[in-house]
């Protein structure tokens, strides 16, 4: 008798030890998805034969690079093959760590990173996209397949960031939400308050760090219109002492993304690192407390998002910043 998946589900669920259950759920993945790896295999070599051989065209129809195309063959060939190719020769010394820890330290410093090139992927493209430039182009270019570009483009036209990087906005923004970040801090008087408060004071010197560095600093007291040349006006700001505000701007370093791409992209990046940070899901066991003040730290988060996203769409600093109870 012929046995259907379903058959082979019932017999997994069934199995009560934990560990065999989970090896023969794996195994029975396995060979169920076999016939369609195959199947796809063998589609794929018909397609390649349908462009007369060329794997480039083959890969832009199936919305992929050239390169996925190569490494998806090179993955059947070594199922085919039943062995894996043999490791590759170290060309140069691997980097050196003191310990395990600083190994992690290391590796979780690169996955920020990778994660602050994964958060801006989105309104890169989009902007590219808005500029005009050719979604095949874009995919050759940058390794991310055709079907992401489709699936991350709106139906519609594309919005487009209203911020003046070089504005008086962006420095009202810096102002504004450190402004709020310090007013919850002295108005807060429970767990949950001084944990939002902590979140806004540490979003708010990022936000100043990366957008506005001189936005908190004092008001030198120097004019233009007080000397006779701009290059005396210029020698007397630069050879007065700066005061401790300065001094300290001055030690704060933007991310390289801010560096290289500017404010925009920061703000962009950061929405969706704070958004991620909001809809995270509570922790399943958690004291009262604490569960009170996880949920008043999403809220800070998600406050923080939309102010950013308010920022970016209008160009303008969200009224809700600027009202007396936020500042």
């Keep these: 008798m012929q046995h259907t998946p379903l058959d082979h589900a019932a017999r997994v669920l069934a199995e009560t030890d934990p560990a065999r259950r989970y090896h023969a759920a794996k195994a029975a993945a ?27 065209a083959a890969a832009r129809e199936l919305g992929k690079t050239k390169n996925a195309l190569y ?11 039943g062995a894996r190719a043999a490791a590759p020769e170290q060309v140069q010394p691997a980097l050196r ?5 600083a190994a992690r330290d290391a590796v979780l410093d690169w996955a920020l990173r990778q994660q602050e090139v994964t958060d801006q992927q ?8 808005a500029a005009g430039a050719d979604p095949v182009a874009l995919s050759e270019d940058s390794g991310v397949g055709l079907d992401t570009l489709r699936r991350i483009r709106p139906g519609g036209n594309i919005s487009i960031s209203q911020l003046d990087e070089y504005g008086e906005e962006i420095e009202a923004f810096a102002r504004a939400a450190m402004d709020r970040a310090l007013a919850l801090g002295a108005a807060a008087a429970s767990h949950a308050e001084h944990s939002a408060a902590r979140i806004w004071k540490l979003a708010a010197e990022q936000i100043v760090t990366n957008t506005a560095p001189t936005a ?5 007291g120097i004019r233009p219109d007080d000397f006779a040349t701009t290059e ?5 700001l ?14 704060r370093t933007p991310t390289d993304l801010a560096i290289t791409s500017g404010p925009d ?16 899901p509570p922790a399943s066991e958690e004291s009262p407390e604490d569960a009170a003040a996880s949920e008043a730290m999403r809220a800070a988060f998600s406050e923080l998002a939309d102010a950013i996203l308010h920022l970016r769409t209008t160009g303008t600093v969200p009224p809700a910043l600027l009202t007396p109870e936020a500042s």
């Design 238 to 251: 630069v050879s007065r002492e700066p005061s401790e505000e300065e001094q300290a701007a001055g030690q």
């Design 216 to 220: 908190l600093l004092p008001d030198p």
């Design 122 to 129: 989105e309104v890169l493209f989009l902007g590219a996209l």
């Design 30 to 56: 396995k060979a169920a998805a076999a016939p369609y790896e195959q199947a796809a295999e063998d589609a794929l070599q018909d397609l390649i034969a349908q462009h007369g051989g060329n794997e480039a």
């Design 265 to 280: 992209a920061w703000l962009a990046a950061t929405y969706v690192a704070y958004r991620r940070e909001a809809n995270r």
């Design 232 to 236: 005396e006006f210029v020698d007397a």
């Design 71 to 81: 490494m998806r063959k090179k993955r059947a060939t070594e199922r085919a093959s």
């Design 97 to 101: 760590f003191d310990s395990p820890r």
